[in-house]
């Protein structure tokens, strides 16, 4: 059974910095690429950023290019989202999602390309 356990979200101050954490079991996670997401109140959940299964590629959405970084361990199965600059506009639920992609370069930016989810964990940025 697949399970991805976020941490690190919190309460920060405008221009603030978080580090996200997504330990992943039940999977070989080498095999998976991974992607952040993020779901506002009232808002559809939306793409963030994603990595490859070799953390060789990694995409961004336009709202986020520049100030957060996706990494990966494949040695401890954990993806993580270092988030700098952070805004008012941030403040969401973050989830992190597996996808099975049989190529090792792609990143997906579609929801439904994601087979597993976790539960997400909350980031708050107060102005």
């Known amino acids: 059974q697949v399970q991805l356990v976020e941490s690190g979200g919190g309460l920060v101050q405008v221009g603030g910095s978080l580090r996200l954490s997504c330990e992943a079991s039940?999977?070989?996670?080498?095999?998976?690429?991974m992607g952040w997401f993020r779901q506002a109140p009232g808002k559809e959940r939306e793409f963030v950023g994603g990595?490859?299964?070799?953390?060789?590629?990694?995409y961004y959405a336009d709202s986020v290019k520049g100030r957060f970084t996706i990494s990966r361990d494949n040695a401890k199965n954990t993806v993580y989202l270092q988030m700098n600059s952070l805004k008012p506009e941030d403040t969401a639920l973050y989830y992190c999602?597996?996808?099975?992609?049989?190529?090792?370069?792609?990143?997906?930016?579609?929801?439904?390309?994601?087979?597993?989810w976790g539960q997400g964990t909350q980031v708050t940025v107060s102005s």
């Open positions: 990595i490859s299964r070799s953390g060789g590629r990694t």
């Open positions: 999602a597996a996808d099975s992609t049989f190529s090792s370069t792609t990143v997906n930016v579609s929801i439904n390309n994601y087979d597993s």
């Open positions: 039940g999977l070989t996670f080498s095999s998976y690429a």
